[in-house]
C-alpha cells in the first residue's frame, strides 16, 4: 500500500516536472518595432534584420536585444517572454543629433524656434546675402590636405630622379632603377587613395545635408498626409487618396507611415480589382515590414484574394498564418471564416463534371469563373462584413 500510493506521487512529480520543462522550453514570437524604423537588432547577440521585425520560434524566458542605427545612441533592453500569444516591443531611439537656431530676429529668438537638426560633428558656418550656409566638415580632411601637398612633391622627386637616371645610366639606357619606378608606384597609390577619399567626401557631405532636417518634422509631414489620404479614401475619391499613399511610400521610407501606407493602397488595390498588385503589397509588409497591428489584416486579405481566384487551399493556408494579434481579427471569426472555404471548396468538387477531369481537383480554375469581388457584395455577405475584410488600423 506503502509504495503504491509512493509510485502514484512520483508518478505526479514526474508529470509536473515534464509538463515545466516543456514550459520553459515553448516558443513564442516577438513583433520588435524602433521609432525611427531601420535599426539593427540583435536578440542574445545575433543579428535579425532590421525593424520593424517578426521574429518567430523563440524560447520563452529573458532575452537582451540591441538597437544599432547610425545617427543614433545604441539601445539595448531585456525582454521576458512568457506568453504564447506573439508578444510586442517598441523602442525608441535617442538620437545624436543636435538642435540649431539662428534667428535673425528678437522675435525669433524669442520663441525660441527650432530651425533646423544636424547630426554631431565639425561645421562650417558662413553667413551671406543669401542666408546662412552650413557644411560639414569631412574628417579625413587633414589626410587630403596632406596628400595634395606630397602628391606634386613626390610627383617632382620622381621626375627629378628620372632625368638623373637618363643621363647617368646605372643599366641599360632603356631602363630605370627599382628605386625610380617605386618612387612612380608610390605616386600612383597616393594619387588613388587621394581619389578615394574625395568619392567618400563627396558622398558624406552629401548624406550629412540631407540630414539636416528633423524626423519630428518628417513624421508630422507624412501624418498630415497620411490622415488626408484617409479622408479622400472615406469620400470614395481612390485616385487621390492613391496618390497621396504612394507619396509617403516614395518620401517617408524611415516613417511608421510608409507600412502604414502600404497596407492602405493594397486594399484600395482590391476594391479596384487590382488583386495582383494588392497581393504584392501585403506580402512586402509581411516580408520586410511587419507590424503587430498589419500582420493578421494582410493574411486575412490575402485569403480573400486567393479566394477570389478560386484558390481554396492558398487561402486556407494563409488563414493558418494569423497570429490572433488584431483584435478585430479573433480566433472564431477566423475559424468561421475557415468553415465557409471548406465549404466552398467542396461545393466547387461537387460542381465539376465527372468528364471534365481537372488538373487540379482542389483548385479547379478551369472549370468555372471565379466569384467576383465588389463592394456591394463586401457589404451584403454577413460573413465577410463580420469578419472586416479591411480590418481598422485605429
Not at 639606357?173 to 618612387?183: K, M, Y
Request: charged share 20%; hydrophobic share 40%; with cysteine.
Amino acid at each position: 500500500m506503502f509504495f503504491s500510493v509512493l509510485n502514484k506521487n512520483v508518478f505526479i512529480f514526474i508529470v509536473i516536472y515534464l509538463l515545466h520543462i516543456s514550459s520553459l522550453y515553448a516558443e513564442t514570437a516577438l513583433f520588435i518595432l524602433t521609432m525611427p524604423p531601420g535599426a539593427v537588432v540583435e536578440v542574445d547577440g545575433l543579428s535579425h534584420g532590421t525593424s520593424p521585425l517578426l521574429i518567430k520560434g523563440m524560447e520563452k524566458g529573458d532575452h537582451s536585444l540591441n538597437f544599432i542605427l547610425e545617427g543614433y545612441e545604441d539601445m539595448s533592453r531585456t525582454i521576458e517572454l512568457v506568453s504564447d500569444t506573439p508578444q510586442e516591443l517598441t523602442v525608441s531611439l535617442i538620437s545624436r543629433y543636435v538642435n540649431l537656431s539662428i534667428p535673425d530676429t528678437q522675435q525669433a529668438a524669442d520663441s525660441k524656434e527650432k530651425l533646423m537638426s544636424i547630426p554631431y560633428g565639425q561645421y562650417s558656418i558662413i553667413r551671406g546675402a543669401n542666408g546662412i550656409e552650413l557644411t560639414p566638415k569631412y574628417p579625413r580632411q587633414a589626410l587630403i590636405s596632406g596628400l595634395n601637398i606630397s602628391i606634386p612633391l613626390m610627383a617632382s622627386f620622381s621626375a627629378a630622379l628620372t632625368v638623373n637616371e637618363l643621363q647617368n645610366p646605372h643599366y641599360s639606357r632603356a631602363s630605370l632603377s627599382p628605386f625610380v619606378i617605386g618612387t612612380y608606384i608610390l605616386n600612383a597609390l597616393m594619387v588613388g587613395l587621394d581619389s578615394i577619399l574625395h568619392i567618400h567626401k563627396s558622398k558624406y557631405i552629401t548624406l550629412a545635408a540631407e540630414r539636416i532636417t528633423t524626423d519630428k518634422e518628417n513624421n508630422k509631414n507624412a501624418r498630415e498626409l497620411y490622415d488626408s489620404a484617409g479622408e479622400k479614401l472615406q469620400s470614395g475619391d481612390f485616385t487621390s487618396a492613391l496618390n497621396d499613399y504612394v507619396t509617403i511610400i516614395s518620401n517617408y521610407r524611415n516613417t511608421i507611415f510608409h507600412p502604414l501606407a502600404l497596407y492602405k493602397r493594397g486594399q484600395i488595390h482590391m476594391i479596384l480589382s487590382r488583386e495582383d498588385l494588392a497581393e504584392k503589397d501585403f506580402l512586402t509588409i509581411i516580408n520586410k515590414m511587419p507590424l503587430a497591428e498589419l500582420y493578421d489584416g494582410c493574411f486575412w486579405n490575402l485569403a480573400e484574394i486567393s479566394l477570389h481566384n478560386s484558390e481554396f487551399t492558398l487561402a486556407l493556408t494563409r488563414l493558418d498564418q494569423i497570429l490572433n494579434v488584431d483584435e478585430s481579427i479573433t480566433p472564431e471569426i477566423v475559424q468561421n471564416r475557415y468553415n465557409e472555404i471548406l465549404k466552398l471548396q467542396k461545393e466547387k468538387r461537387n460542381a465539376i463534371s465527372p468528364d471534365t477531369n481537372p488538373t487540379d481537383p482542389v483548385n479547379p480554375d478551369a472549370s468555372s469563373e471565379s466569384p467576383q469581388m465588389s463592394l456591394d457584395e463586401t457589404e451584403t455577405n454577413q460573413s465577410v462584413e463580420d469578419q472586416n475584410a479591411f480590418p481598422s488600423l485605429e
